[in-house]
């Protein structure tokens, strides 16, 4: 009898199997080729929430900001002349806690462009004068805006050039990513995507040592004596205007620190307990940094090499894949579905100057994609979808990844970049691949890319013949002209 139970428990404990982490595991072994381009963060999907309305957004980033105790970190293009609102809550935080240090981050661009008499910066100086030693504002410039372009290029048309395009806030040891901006219409009316990232000590680390370090090499934004009078000076780098070149070689070797201190970082959360991964990269093209890139060509690839399809959702407000997204694309054995704005529901839609032809533009570049995949015999497996709500236009972007035939998305990309021109050779962007086995979150994400697609019409080829989406052949030449710049 007794040699019966030891016998039972050595067969056990032989035939037990090592305990495994989440890339050890099928099927989220696919994606362990990933791990070479971005640092690895460990997680449990429970600690990652998508929220799914800009009113949830902005409730969110208030309460966070209120909440915080020892950091608050944002990076955004702009913050809107009217968000007092906004301004008024980090005041507040900063008076309730005199140790908490705030961290913001804009475009010099569009953050210094002034809109009934106001401008992001002058917004943020009051902050600066009444509270110097607790909030920092930097307001990064491209280095190819320089010389005669500098000089001669007006407001809106200068920002075409490059900018910092990056969508952080970050709280204590939480973080929330997005591809929003923070002004009145991505509060109410104009959808994007939200994530938060709750409990991440190591993830919000890298993300304000991401932002502290693209501050570094941005202008300061300092008070001068006079109510609305600001300078922007630089220290310890060169300056991007005045010495640009030697600015690129400076900033190039930063980035490349930070990218390889972090690869080599070992995690100290234990992840064979993690059932989510976290792998955040940046897109910096006027320092040749293509992290995001060549992680995104990865996944294609990866996707390419499956013998049953994988369907990839894939999401931009702005249509205009580089060439080399779009060979890819065409190539890979899978089946995508691609959401954009329509030309309603474009942010340029009926604007004031040049800036109305850009919705026109953007049909002009959607129409030969599709034009595309009718040559590639692909239109079963790839369609275009357009978001179309009344009242609302659409900025979301990122991709979904559901593996064969499971509907629940596997993976998902969230952050700033477009995947397109802008994204990858002119702007400063982030984002993040998260790769889960989660079902809790995994449900989160279907549910989020089913409500987008809930305001979409299918694209045909009698979407093209409709009288309003003519592309009058001027547009049709000057998008071949600045298509780098959409």
Not at 32 to 61: C, E, H, V, W
Not at 88 to 93: F, K, N, S, V, Y
Not at 143 to 154: E, F, H, N, R, Y
Request: hydrophobic share 35%; with cysteine.
């Amino acid at each position: 009898m007794l040699t019966n139970i030891y016998r039972k428990c050595f067969r056990s404990l032989t035939t037990t199997r090592p305990i495994q982490s989440l890339f050890d595991t099928s099927p989220n072994h696919l994606f362990k080729p990933l791990q070479q381009y971005a640092p690895t963060f460990y997680t449990s999907g429970d600690n990652i929430k998508p929220l799914y309305q800009p009113a949830d957004f902005y409730s969110q980033l208030k309460e966070n900001i209120l909440s915080a105790k020892e950091r608050v970190f944002i990076a955004a293009l702009y913050i809107g002349q009217s968000e007092k609102e906004l301004v008024d809550t980090i005041r507040l935080a900063l008076q309730k806690s005199p140790q908490l240090k705030v961290r913001v981050l804009i475009d010099c661009l569009r953050g210094t462009r002034v809109s009934k008499g106001e401008s992001s910066a002058t917004l943020l100086l009051p902050l600066i004068r009444d509270y110097p030693h607790q909030i920092k504002v930097s307001m990064y410039h491209t280095p190819d805006l320089t010389g005669i372009l500098k000089k001669t290029l007006p407001q809106r048309f200068n920002e075409t050039i490059g900018l910092m395009h990056l969508k952080v806030y970050g709280f204590d040891n939480s973080v929330m990513l997005s591809g929003a901006n923070l002004s009145t219409d991505y509060f109410t009316n104009r959808q994007d995507r939200y994530m938060m990232f709750n409990e991440q000590p190591e993830l919000s680390s890298y993300y304000h040592d991401l932002l502290q370090l693209v501050s570094d090499f941005s202008y300061q934004l300092t008070p001068l004596f006079e109510k609305n009078q600001y300078q922007l000076t630089i220290h310890n780098t060169a300056d991007p205007v005045n010495e640009s070149r030697r600015y690129k070689r400076q900033v190039h070797q930063r980035l490349q620190e930070f990218i390889q201190s972090y690869l080599s970082k070992p995690n100290t959360i234990e992840e064979i307990r993690a059932d989510t991964a976290v792998l955040p990269v940046i897109q910096m093209g006027p320092f040749c940094i293509r992290q995001d890139e060549r992680m995104t060509l990865e996944l294609l690839n990866i996707a390419h090499r499956q013998s049953k399809p994988w369907t990839i959702h894939l999401t931009s407000g702005y249509f205009n894949f580089t060439d080399q997204y779009k060979s890819f694309i065409l190539k890979t054995r899978a089946r995508f579905r691609f959401l954009t704005a329509a030309p309603e529901a474009n942010g340029f839609f009926n604007s004031k100057g040049v800036s109305r032809f850009l919705p026109p533009a953007y049909t002009f570049i959607e129409r030969q994609f599709y034009r595309h995949v009718k040559r590639a015999g692909r239109q079963s497996e790839i369609s275009i979808e357009e978001y179309k709500r009344p009242g609302w236009t659409y900025h979301a972007k990122g991709l979904w990844v559901s593996l064969a035939d499971d509907k629940l998305p596997s993976a998902t990309m969230i952050g700033s970049p477009n995947f397109g021109q802008r994204s990858s050779e002119r702007d400063l962007e982030a984002q993040a691949l998260v790769i889960t086995k989660n079902d809790n979150l995994r449900k989160a994400l279907y549910k989020e890319v089913d409500l987008l697609h809930q305001h979409s019409e299918l694209v045909t080829s009698k979407t093209f013949d409709k009288m309003d989406r003519k592309v009058p052949h001027g547009v049709k030449i000057a998008t071949a002209f600045v298509k780098t710049m959409l």
